[in-house]
């Protein structure tokens, strides 16, 4: 069974910053959209951004100014650059891969922000 190994998260205080990292087996990640997914206590899980196999970006209008996706083709790896976190971004956090309809899931990773 392909394995997305997700890393990072936490708690942080209201301002504060983390980032998300993801890792998946060569021959899936080349061949991937990444994306990560969140999900709050009682909420449905939500988008939260993507990057496609050539770099192109999208996100969720919730966290775009203060959200940055990337992704290391070499390493294949993907991250997730939180900026200027709120209370309302806490959730659990999935890494996501994205490949001819199929998708693939992390194993998920907790994110507070409170003070």
């Known amino acids: 069974q392909v394995q997305l190994v997700q890393s990072g998260g936490g708690l942080v205080q209201p301002g504060g910053s983390l980032r998300l990292s993801c890792t998946a087996p060569?021959?899936?990640?080349?061949?991937?959209?990444m994306r990560w997914y969140r999900q709050a206590p009682g909420n449905q899980r939500e988008f939260v951004a993507s990057?496609?196999?050539?770099?192109?970006?999208n996100y969720a209008d919730s966290v775009k100014g203060r959200f940055t996706i990337s992704r290391d083709n070499v390493k294949n790896m993907v991250y997730l650059q939180m900026n200027n976190l709120k209370p309302e971004d806490t959730a659990v956090y999935y890494c996501?891969?994205?490949?001819?309809?199929?998708?693939?899931w992390g194993q998920g990773t907790q994110v507070t922000v409170s003070s």
């Open positions: 060569g021959s899936i990640f080349r061949t991937s959209t």
């Open positions: 996501n891969a994205l490949r001819n309809g199929d998708q693939m």
């Open positions: 990057v496609t196999i050539v770099g192109a970006t």
